[in-house]
């Protein structure tokens, strides 16, 4: 029975139907009984802190009942995580979450730049309201010595991978998921997180005059909605420290997170040309 067909039974769904683009799990879209729609994760649990899921599923909690736009996290039969045992012998968790319908915007269009980057200051005005965690420093902070970091102002929680593939538009409402990598930093970080995202992307497709479109815009709408500027040369050193943390997990795949300990040697062989194409800064 394969892990689509397993779900139906443990959703109780309808149908079940996997789709792409997770790197830290498998992802399906969840049709149930009632006609209703979700998104159901399946995650290694040999590869996940069970605490920290958890910790993490609060934090997302928390944050959708004060902002909306946040997708939930939502129970199956009364519970947040679910531990399944599967076919091949290895145990995973389930977690779902609410579906978000509509369109992702596209980084090469200047007024979808500006729209995510107004939506990532309201995301941290809204994480600014929680109360403090127990959620560590996002990954990529965690990489290098504290003292290697910019100093970039007071830290608070963090998305810790806003990008477009992330977001979807309908109605004029831009709703937020995938929260698996949130965590505590200065919220420069997460902008520039974001420009590199954008940045690695255009390397792979090949269309690297996109970035600097993107960036512009980007950053024009996150300092519209948030009325002060960000430094360049600080979104500059995180840029470089993400390119750094990159370079050390490829050398180390112990220690990186999920979606590239497991991705493929072709996958691997991609991240080393952009790393090299891209070879941070020393400071």
């Known amino acids: 029975m394969g892990l689509a067909e397993r779900l139906v039974g443990v959703l109780a769904a309808d149908e079940v139907e996997e789709l792409g683009g997770g790197h830290q799990s498998r992802v399906f879209r969840v049709v149930s009984h009632n006609g209703g729609v979700a998104v159901a994760k399946v995650l290694d649990a040999s590869m996940v802190d069970r605490l920290e899921l958890e910790a993490r599923l609060d934090v997302t909690t928390a944050l959708a009942d004060l902002d909306p736009r946040v997708c939930r996290p939502l129970l199956i039969a009364r519970q947040r995580v679910t531990e399944v045992t599967f076919a091949d012998g290895e145990d995973r968790y389930v977690v779902c979450f609410e579906f978000a319908d509509g369109l992702a915007p596209d980084p090469a269009k200047a007024a979808d730049a500006q729209r995510m980057g107004t939506t990532l200051w309201q995301l941290h005005a809204s994480m600014r309201q929680l109360q403090p965690t127990s959620l560590p420093l996002v990954t990529a902070l965690r990489t290098v010595p504290a003292d290697g970091l910019p100093a970039a102002g007071a830290r608070q929680l963090l998305h810790g991978d806003f990008n477009a593939s992330n977001l979807r538009e ?100 991609t991240l080393r040309s952009f790393v090299a194409r891209h070879p941070p800064a020393t400071y």
Request: with cysteine.
């Open 170 to 269: 309908a109605g004029g409402v831009v709703r937020i998921f995938d929260l698996d990598d949130c965590g505590y930093g200065a919220p420069a970080f997460d902008i520039a997180n974001a420009l590199y995202m954008v940045l690695f992307d255009s390397f792979a497709l090949g269309t690297e005059q996109i970035y600097e479109t993107f960036r512009r815009s980007f950053l024009a709408g996150y300092v519209c909605a948030s009325g002060s500027s960000v430094p360049e040369e600080t979104l500059d050193r995180f840029i470089d420290l993400r390119i750094q943390a990159l370079h050390a997990w490829l050398d180390d795949l112990d220690s990186a997170p999920i979606g590239i300990r497991t991705a493929s040697r072709a996958w691997h062989a």
